[in-house]
């Protein structure tokens, strides 16, 4: 089982690169439409390799108002 | 399509669609590669005749208001039609606003029974207001076996003993109370009766009919005026499907076009670029001869359709595009915003016809729609029928406010009496957009009627008409706006054009982009051009819709951003 901290690490990576993002500048807090500079089509294209890499289904509503990478581990972390 | 003609209510004409067209398919829910359900216009009936008789049974009178907060999905469309059936007035509202605006909205509609997803119901009972709420009944959707539902009791289990009875409606009874805009302390709850809806259908289905076998594809919310009228009162009136997806993500969306050959769907703009940037660059990795080959057939096409569309023979020619639309895709529909003509000539040169239209909620949705008779993307279409359009003081060009009079005009603003004497005068609505009906009846668009500046040669420019000559720039996204609508300044001299601009993270303004700017903005007649920019650090605020919230982000410009942050161009 991991822990939440790497399942947090996890999504950090994935998302460096797929948004081609320096990974050190990403942290857990940050909110990830700010940071990255994505929109609502880009965040449910990361929700969708972020579920292919987790091996989890994750419904669109359970993202729905999450911005910070944290929350999303966390909602990850549950269905893990 | 039924006679509408022959209905007082929507309850009624709904009702007789069931019965029309029992063994069709009415309703179609999948969940991203699974099909959960399918449900015939038989088994609609048998789904929502119960809960219409839980609602009698729990005390709902005739005319009290019900509300909803669902995503797209069949309980949307069966606890719509049990409100219907029971005399009851719905409010739809947008499930994408937070739980303290949904408790806003829930409170100013006064609205006594809810329907709602779990999930939003969750967020809902732990809002700060939620201690104040008036409900009187709440329905949950799908909530886990053991939640704490807070007062609410599971919708799956809310039946009726006995047969509900039917309660009539007469038509000039409110039908609904939809929300156009405003949780920042001025809510717009727009009254649509039930004579607005059953005339708006009849004026639009000949643009746009639906026959048993039609489908679908459900992706605005349902709240919202389009997807209301699209995916759900005109297909079912006309005996279409109605396909919802549980998850819209694009990947399933584009599935769902093959899988289940879709006949219409409803997009905003941005999600009509979207489309048209993913086909632009599979067109440009095809090798050079197909390329070519592809090109000249679009140029065939692009010749044979400017009179009409001519989907045969477009499947025909463009043969691989329109597969991967599932082949049966009639039109697009677009609106809830301006889309730019070269948007809509793109798709309409591959054989795919996309509706443009304006409209607005107080309205009751479309005022004009493209016919397409021919093609004209330079504009937004001509009335549908019963609508009476007059451009209130037009200038020296024709362009004035754009004022509508049809029986589809809301009958008010909710608890309102002064904005809805500023918004409907002498029986005109007046839309706050700006625009002129050219020789042939077609309306063009020029902007909304506040945001706009005046030149000293008396020019009136709006900025929505200079947005379109930087799109493609290499920002995240940028407005422009009159200057003096961001930091009002109370004259009508010196007035500027400014682009705000939103950058891509971790990008400057570097020479490139400045020369792009210039080179723009030089394109532009001289008194058009903008005289400078603002950096903006933040996402526009949108509504459902995608549109901008322009009041608000001006409104945050100004608070957050001196006059003197503006660098020149």
Same mark, same amino acid.
């Not at chain 2, 792009?516 to 001289?526: C, G, H, I, T």
């Given at each position: 089982?991991?822990?939440?901290?790497?399942?947090?690490?996890?999504?950090?990576?994935?998302?460096?690169?797929?948004?081609?993002?320096?990974?050190?500048?990403?942290?857990?807090?940050?909110?990830?439409?700010?940071?990255?500079?994505?929109?609502?089509?880009?965040?449910?294209?990361?929700?969708?390799?972020?579920?292919?890499?987790?091996?989890?289904?994750?419904?669109?509503?359970?993202?729905?108002?999450?911005?910070?990478?944290?929350?999303?581990?966390?909602?990850?972390?549950?269905?893990? | 399509m039924l006679?509408?003609?022959?209905?007082?209510?929507?309850?009624?004409?709904l009702?007789?669609a069931l019965?029309h067209w029992?063994?069709e398919v009415c309703l179609i829910?999948?969940?991203?590669?699974?099909?959960?359900?399918?449900l015939t216009y038989?088994?609609f009936?048998?789904?929502?005749?119960?809960?219409?008789?839980?609602?009698?049974?729990?005390?709902?009178?005739?005319?009290?208001?019900?509300?909803?907060?669902?995503?797209?999905?069949?309980?949307?469309l069966?606890?719509?039609?049990?409100?219907?059936?029971?005399?009851?007035?719905?409010?739809?509202?947008?499930?994408?606003?937070?739980?303290?605006?949904?408790?806003?909205?829930?409170?100013?509609?006064?609205?006594?029974?809810?329907?709602?997803?779990?999930?939003?119901?969750?967020?809902?009972?732990?809002?700060?207001?939620?201690?104040?709420?008036?409900?009187?009944?709440?329905?949950?959707?799908?909530?886990?076996?053991?939640?704490?539902?807070?007062?609410?009791?599971?919708?799956?289990?809310?039946?009726? #003993?006995?047969?509900?009875?039917?309660?009539?409606?007469?038509?000039?009874?409110?039908?609904?109370?939809?929300?156009?805009?405003?949780?920042?302390?001025?809510?717009?709850?727009?009254?649509?009766?039930?004579?607005?809806?059953?005339?708006?259908c009849?004026?639009v289905a000949?643009?746009f009919p639906f026959w048993p076998g039609a489908r679908y594809l459900s992706?605005?919310?349902?709240?919202?005026?389009?997807?209301?009228m699209g995916g759900f009162l005109m297909p079912f009136t006309g005996g279409g499907t109605v396909v919802? =997806?549980?998850?819209?993500?694009?990947?399933?969306?584009?599935?769902?076009?093959?899988?289940y050959k879709i006949t219409y769907m409803a997009?905003?703009?941005?999600?009509?670029?979207?489309?048209?940037?993913?086909?632009?660059?599979?067109?440009?990795?095809?090798?050079?001869?197909?390329?070519?080959?592809?090109?000249?057939?679009?140029?065939?096409?692009?010749?044979?359709?400017?009179?009409?569309?001519?989907?045969?023979?477009?499947?025909?020619?463009?043969?691989?595009?329109?597969?991967?639309?599932?082949?049966g895709?009639q039109a697009?529909?677009?609106?809830?915003?301006?889309?730019?003509?070269?948007?809509?000539?793109?798709?309409?040169?591959?054989?795919?016809?996309?509706?443009?239209?304006?409209?607005?909620?107080?309205?009751?949705?479309?005022?004009? =729609?493209?016919?397409?008779?021919?093609?004209?993307?330079?504009?937004?279409?001509?009335?549908?029928?019963?609508?009476?359009?007059?451009?209130?003081?037009?200038?020296?060009?024709?362009?004035?406010?754009?004022?509508?009079?049809?029986?589809?005009?809301?009958?008010?603003?909710?608890?309102?009496?002064?904005?809805? #004497?500023?918004?409907?005068?002498?029986?005109?609505?007046?839309?706050?957009?700006?625009?002129?009906?050219?020789?042939?009846?077609?309306?063009?668009?020029?902007?909304?009627?506040?945001?706009?500046?005046?030149?000293?040669?008396?020019?009136?420019?709006?900025?929505?008409?200079?947005?379109?000559?930087?799109?493609?720039?290499?920002?995240?996204?940028?407005?422009?706006? #009159?200057?003096?609508?961001?930091?009002?300044?109370?004259?009508?001299?010196?007035?500027?054009?400014?682009?705000?601009?939103?950058?891509?993270?971790?990008?400057?303004?570097?020479?490139?982009?400045?020369?792009?700017?210039?080179?723009?903005?030089?394109?532009?007649?001289?008194?058009?051009?903008?005289?400078?920019?603002?950096?903006?650090?933040?996402?526009?605020?949108?509504?459902?819709?995608?549109?901008?919230?322009?009041?608000?982000?001006?409104?945050?410009?100004?608070?957050?951003?001196?006059?003197?942050?503006?660098?020149?161009?």
């Amino acid at each position: 089982m991991k822990t939440i901290e790497q399942t947090t690490d996890e999504i950090l990576n994935l998302a460096a690169t797929q948004f081609k993002f320096p990974r050190a500048d990403l942290q857990p807090g940050d909110d990830f439409y700010k940071k990255l500079g994505i929109d609502s089509l880009q965040a449910l294209e990361l929700l969708t390799r972020l579920e292919n890499h987790f091996g989890v289904e994750l419904p669109d509503y359970e993202v729905q108002g999450v911005n910070d990478f944290h929350t999303l581990a966390t909602r990850i972390q549950a269905r893990l | 399509m039924l006679d509408l003609a022959k209905y007082d209510s929507l309850g009624a004409a709904l009702r007789d669609a069931l019965g029309h067209w029992p063994e069709e398919v009415c309703l179609i829910e999948a969940d991203r590669d699974r099909e959960r359900s399918r449900l015939t216009y038989r088994q609609f009936g048998e789904a929502a005749e119960p809960v219409a008789a839980a609602l009698e049974e729990s005390g709902l009178a005739v005319g009290d208001r019900a509300a909803i907060i669902m995503t797209n999905q069949p309980k949307w469309l069966i606890s719509a039609y049990a409100v219907f059936f029971a005399g009851g007035v719905l409010v739809p509202l947008d499930y994408k606003l937070s739980a303290s605006e949904h408790l806003q909205l829930l409170a100013h509609s006064k609205a006594q029974v809810l329907f709602v997803e779990y999930p939003f119901w969750r967020a809902i009972t732990q809002a700060p207001a939620f201690r104040e709420h008036k409900l009187r009944m709440v329905l949950v959707t799908e909530a886990p076996p053991n939640a704490d539902l807070a007062g609410g009791v599971r919708w799956e289990g809310f039946r009726g #003993a006995r047969a509900p009875e039917f309660r009539p409606r007469a038509q000039t009874d409110t039908a609904c109370i939809v929300y156009s805009s405003g949780t920042g302390g001025h809510p717009r709850g727009c009254v649509l009766t039930h004579d607005n809806y059953l005339e708006q259908c009849a004026a639009v289905a000949p643009v746009f009919p639906f026959w048993p076998g039609a489908r679908y594809l459900s992706i605005i919310p349902t709240n919202h005026a389009i997807d209301f009228m699209g995916g759900f009162l005109m297909p079912f009136t006309g005996g279409g499907t109605v396909v919802h =997806l549980r998850s819209l993500r694009p990947e399933f969306i584009r599935e769902a076009f093959t899988k289940y050959k879709i006949t219409y769907m409803a997009v905003v703009p941005l999600i009509l670029k979207n489309l048209q940037r993913g086909l632009r660059e599979k067109f440009a990795a095809l090798p050079a001869a197909k390329r070519k080959m592809l090109d000249a057939l679009i140029g065939v096409n692009r010749a044979f359709t400017h009179g009409k569309p001519r989907p045969a023979l477009s499947r025909m020619l463009l043969k691989d595009v329109h597969k991967a639309f599932g082949g049966g895709l009639q039109a697009l529909l677009v609106g809830g915003a301006f889309t730019e003509p070269a948007t809509i000539e793109f798709f309409h040169d591959i054989g795919i016809p996309i509706y443009n239209g304006y409209g607005c909620t107080e309205a009751c949705t479309a005022i004009t =729609l493209n016919d397409l008779r021919p093609f004209r993307p330079d504009t937004v279409g001509k009335p549908v029928r019963g609508m009476e359009i007059r451009i209130v003081e037009p200038d020296a060009d024709g362009i004035g406010e754009v004022s509508v009079r049809s029986k589809t005009v809301m009958s008010e603003y909710l608890d309102d009496p002064e904005m809805t #004497a500023e918004t409907i005068v002498n029986g005109w609505l007046m839309t706050g957009d700006l625009g002129r009906v050219d020789a042939t009846g077609h309306l063009q668009l020029f902007g909304r009627k506040k945001n706009m500046i005046v030149t000293a040669e008396g020019k009136n420019i709006y900025p929505e008409d200079i947005e379109n000559n930087f799109e493609g720039i290499a920002t995240k996204e940028f407005c422009v706006f #009159a200057a003096n609508y961001i930091w009002p300044q109370h004259t009508m001299t010196g007035e500027q054009l400014v682009l705000v601009l939103r950058l891509e993270p971790g990008h400057t303004v570097n020479d490139m982009l400045l020369k792009e700017l210039s080179r723009r903005n030089a394109q532009l007649l001289n008194y058009k051009r903008v005289s400078g920019y603002v950096l903006w650090d933040q996402d526009f605020p949108r509504n459902a819709a995608m549109k901008i919230r322009r009041v608000i982000l001006a409104g945050q410009i100004g608070k957050q951003l001196d006059r003197n942050a503006m660098v020149s161009l």
